[in-house]
């Protein structure tokens, strides 16, 4: 199983920017497709970007154009930068593992952090 914790959530400003890291131990991180998911309250849990093993990333409609997920292997880690932030992105931020991203996007992980809470005033 991989061990997953993520970081970097907080309060800002609608409009502003935040970058969210993903730390994995415990398995061979690049084997893995990454996911970053959120739930606000009262809302069911969304996948909002993914990438694959090799790279290749896609992106909730809400979040096109503004979210970027990236991994550096070396690092164990994988981010999703946040820019141009709205109050309706406010929620708790997963991440989440799989070995395949089809999996991930059907809400099944091998692992999953414990969140982060992002809040995005207006």
């Known amino acids: 199983q991989v061990q997953l914790v993520e970081s970097g959530g907080g309060l800002v400003q609608a409009g502003g920017s935040l970058r969210l890291s993903c730390a994995a131990s415990g398995r061979t991180f690049s084997n893995y497709a990454m996911g970053w998911f959120r739930q606000a309250p009262g809302k069911e849990r969304e996948l909002v970007a993914g990438?694959?093993?090799?790279?290749?990333?896609n992106y909730a409609d809400s979040v096109k154009g503004r979210f970027t997920i990236s991994r550096d292997n070396a690092k164990n880690t994988v981010y999703l930068q946040m820019n141009s932030l709205k109050p309706e992105d406010t929620a708790v931020y997963y991440c989440?593992?799989?070995?395949?991203?089809?999996?991930?996007?059907?809400?099944?992980?091998?692992?999953w952090g414990h969140g982060t809470q992002v809040t995005v005033s207006s």
């Open positions: 990438i694959t093993s090799g790279g290749a990333t």
């Open positions: 989440a593992a799989e070995l395949a991203l089809s999996r991930l996007q059907k809400g099944i992980g091998a692992g």
